[in-house]
């Protein structure tokens, strides 16, 4: 899975991206600048959520979600934010959450 490493890079998306919001995560999106090229994605969990152990369990179960649903998506590069209910939903739930994000947002994924 290609991700999102610069910060040059999370800011740019961060910023001219488009946002959708559900209450088990927030999405990003934006088209990609090269032409064509191989969508990146990036997993975030801010500090106010809580502990380490709760933030890396949020951003590993997005991680196997974004899986799930075929992230990235190619041309896209697309954040994803965890939020309260991030780290205790079922797998189940945060995959169709995500398919709902990814819908809204006019993208189709692979799953």
Known sequence: ????????????VYSQGRRYNHPLMRMVILDSQSEGGPGRVAFAA???LGNAVFR??????????????GLPLAGKEVILFATRGTATAAPASLTAALTSLCNRAGARHAG
């Open 1 to 12: 899975m290609k991700t999102i490493k610069s910060r040059s890079d999370f800011e740019r």
């Open 46 to 48: 801010p500090k106010r």
């Open 56 to 69: 890396n369990r949020s951003k590993r179960v997005m991680r196997e979600c974004a899986r799930a649903c």
